[in-house]
Every structure is written in C-alpha cells, then in structure tokens.
C-alpha cells in the first residue's frame, strides 16, 4: 500500500499511469482527515547499548572519537564510556601520560591520585584510557566503522604494552560485519565463505538489506545471480590487485596487495612503498594511482618552518596527514 497526496482520484490515476508495481484499478481508498496524522507518524526505532558494545562521541571536545562501553544506569539514559587518550590532541589534558608533567603545569591541587587512578578537571584516567560519562542522545550507536588503527589502540596500554583488559572479539567480529554490509557496492568482488553456497565468488549485482545477489564466476553456475545473506560473504582480494583505501587514516591512498589472510589485507602504499595491512572491508580496487599531494595543512614541501626559538628546519617530504623536516643541525 502506498500513500499519495492529491486533490482527486483522478490525479492520482493520471500519475501513477504506467507505473510498474501500481495498480490503481484496484481501488484507490480516501484516507479519513481524522487517520492522516496517525498513518504519517514514524515510530522512532528503539536502539539498545550494552557494555562491551562501541559508539561513537556526537558533540563536545571528544566529537568523532571511538569508546567502548562500560556500563549503563538504571534509567539508561547516562551511559559510562572508557576511549584512548589523545585520539585527536596531544595536549596535557588529554594525554594524560605523565603525573609529574601535569601538576608541574597545573599544580597538585587540580589531580588527585590513589593509586593508578587520576582524576583531573573532572576525567578520570586509567590504564592508558579515559574513562568518562556522557547522555546517550550524545552517543552514535549504529554504522560504527571500526577500522584495524583504532581498535589498536584499545588493544595497546599506554606505553605499548598489552592492556590489562582484554578486548571482546566477539563484539568487535559483530560490528565489523555489520560495517562490512554498509559499504558494499555493486561491483565489489565477492567471496561467499559459509553457509550451503560457500566457496561461491563473484561480483556484487545488487543489495538489498541483508541479502547480497551475486554474479557466480567461474563454477558450475557460472553467469547466475546467487542470493545470500550478507554477514556470509567477504571482499576478495588476491596479491597483485591493486586497491584504494576508502577510511581510516590512510584514506584515499592506493596500493598492491602483498598478501591475504581471511579478510586481513596487506599492501604497499604507491607513495611511500610502506606496507600496511587493513581489513578488506577498508579497500577497494582501484585502477588509478594516487597523486601526492605537496600541501598538508597550512605547510608546503620545502617550506622553511620553526620548531621552537633556536630551531628552524625545512619540509623534504610530505605524507598524508604529516610531513618531515631537516632542521638545522642535519637531524630528521
């Protein structure tokens, strides 16, 4: 049933003529004035959070970061979030990396400490993380894209070490499948890896929801659309393609595939010749080779720049969100 708004049945014959799926002789129903307001009411999705489970910060000065869900109050309507510290600034306040460092600069009445716990301007600091509450109308819930560099860094303490936490895998398997179905295209070549058609590889035709049509390649069905569910296929990639990185830190770069292991890709970046391994979900195939680019921010290759009051140093080489300088003395 579909709803239309005109003035006449007659308008409403005279639009939907020809229309594939739309069989107005079957009857075109007045809606009554009373029924309208009920029949164009969306009812609002009731999303559920539980510890373990990752969002997305929407607002504050901890916008865009990734954190992991620690627990929720009874009410639900405050929920306690635990996220590196520095995703985005590597300023005292949010690098909160050494003690001595920050009461010299705020003084030891603004940190308290007992044990390896520090609170300081209302964050609470521990084991590398912070660990904070927020509203959950402040939260992104679904479409979270957890790419190999952040999930790393809840996966490491603060000085590198293994954290003390061990991470769910479970969850994180869950929500990397879920990301992986929101970025299929058509075209996207397909493996399907469980369930009675798997071992079946193709391109992608069409998605719809969760079900994926695939075009079979090279198998006893070869050149027939195949219809599975979308958490049971996986991006393909062989050694040799050549792929572009559609998020994460390394966005837009291109490079070889190296190798393949289940749905972890490594490649080298055209650019730098670094090898870097990405979830295939990450990647595409890509025919074109990235351009560098010689700006990054507000600085250029081989601009002269200022370090600190004795050192000046020059830009010799641009990356993708950094650059490396020569300073005076010959020292990188």
């Given at each position: 049933?579909?709803?239309?708004?005109?003035?006449?049945?007659?308008?409403?014959?005279?639009?939907?003529?020809?229309?594939?799926?739309?069989?107005?002789?079957?009857?075109?129903?007045?809606?009554p004035?009373?029924?309208?307001?009920?029949?164009?009411?969306?009812?609002?999705?009731?999303?559920?959070?539980?510890?373990?489970?990752?969002?997305?910060?929407?607002?504050?000065?901890?916008?865009?970061?990734?954190?992991?869900?620690?627990?929720?109050?009874?009410?639900?309507?405050?929920?306690?979030?635990?996220?590196?510290?520095?995703l985005?600034?590597?300023?005292?306040?949010?690098?909160?990396?050494?003690?001595?460092?920050v009461?010299?600069?705020?003084?030891?009445?603004?940190?308290?400490?007992?044990?390896?716990?520090?609170?300081?301007?209302?964050?609470?600091?521990?084991?590398?993380?912070?660990?904070?509450?927020?509203?959950?109308?402040?939260?992104?819930?679904?479409?979270?894209?957890?790419?190999?560099?952040?999930?790393?860094?809840?996966?490491?303490?603060?000085?590198?070490?293994?954290?003390?936490?061990?991470?769910?895998?479970?969850?994180?398997?869950?929500?990397?499948?879920?990301?992986?179905?929101?970025?299929?295209?058509?075209?996207?070549?397909?493996?399907?890896?469980?369930?009675?058609?798997?071992?079946?590889?193709?391109?992608?035709?069409?998605?719809?929801?969760?079900?994926?049509t695939?075009?079979?390649?090279?198998?006893?069905?070869?050149?027939?659309?195949v219809?599975?569910?979308?958490?049971?296929?996986?991006?393909?990639?062989?050694?040799?393609d050549?792929?572009?990185?559609m998020?994460?830190?390394?966005?837009?770069?291109?490079?070889?595939?190296?190798?393949?292991?289940?749905?972890?890709?490594?490649?080298?970046?055209?650019?730098?010749?670094?090898?870097?391994?990405?979830?295939?979900?990450?990647?595409?195939?890509?025919?074109?080779?990235?351009?560098?680019?010689?700006?990054?921010?507000?600085?250029?290759?081989?601009?002269?720049?200022?370090?600190?009051?004795?050192?000046?140093?020059?830009?010799?080489?641009?990356?993708?969100?950094?650059?490396?300088?020569?300073?005076?003395?010959?020292?990188?």
């Open positions: 049933m579909i709803y239309v708004e005109a003035r006449s049945a007659q308008q409403v014959n005279q639009a939907c003529k020809g229309l594939l799926g739309i069989y107005p002789s079957r009857g075109i129903l007045l809606v004035i009373k029924e309208m307001a009920s029949l164009l009411q969306i009812k609002k999705q009731d999303l559920t959070v539980t510890p373990g489970s990752w969002v997305w910060i929407k607002c504050g000065k901890y916008q865009g970061d990734l954190a992991q869900v620690m627990d929720i109050t009874e009410n639900g309507e405050d929920v306690g979030l635990k996220q590196p510290q520095g985005q600034t590597c300023d005292l306040h949010n690098n909160f990396s050494n003690y001595e460092e009461v010299k600069v705020y003084g030891w009445k603004q940190v308290s400490k007992r044990n390896q716990v520090y609170v300081f301007q209302n964050d609470t600091y521990k084991d590398g993380f912070i660990e904070k509450d927020f509203k959950l109308t402040a939260l992104q819930l679904e479409n979270v894209n957890l790419t190999l560099d952040k999930i790393t860094r809840f996966t490491r303490g603060q000085d590198g070490a293994k954290a003390e936490t061990p991470i769910d895998l479970s969850i994180i398997a869950e929500a990397w499948q879920k990301a992986a179905i929101a970025v299929l295209q058509p075209g996207d070549h397909m493996e399907v890896f469980e369930g009675e058609q798997s071992g079946v590889h193709g391109a992608v035709d069409s998605i719809n929801q969760d079900v994926v695939i075009m079979a390649v090279g198998i006893d069905i070869d050149g027939q659309k219809d599975v569910p979308a958490c049971s296929v996986q991006k393909q990639f062989k050694p040799r050549h792929v572009k990185v998020t994460g830190q390394n966005t837009d770069e291109t490079g070889l595939v190296v190798s393949v292991s289940d749905n972890m890709v490594t490649f080298m970046l055209d650019m730098t010749m670094q090898e870097v391994s990405l979830f295939s979900k990450d990647l595409r195939e890509a025919a074109e080779v990235r351009t560098g680019t010689n700006i990054v921010g507000n600085y250029e290759l081989h601009d002269l720049v200022q370090l600190d009051l004795q050192t000046v140093s020059v830009i010799f080489k641009t990356e993708h969100d950094s650059f490396r300088v020569l300073d005076q003395n010959g020292q990188v």
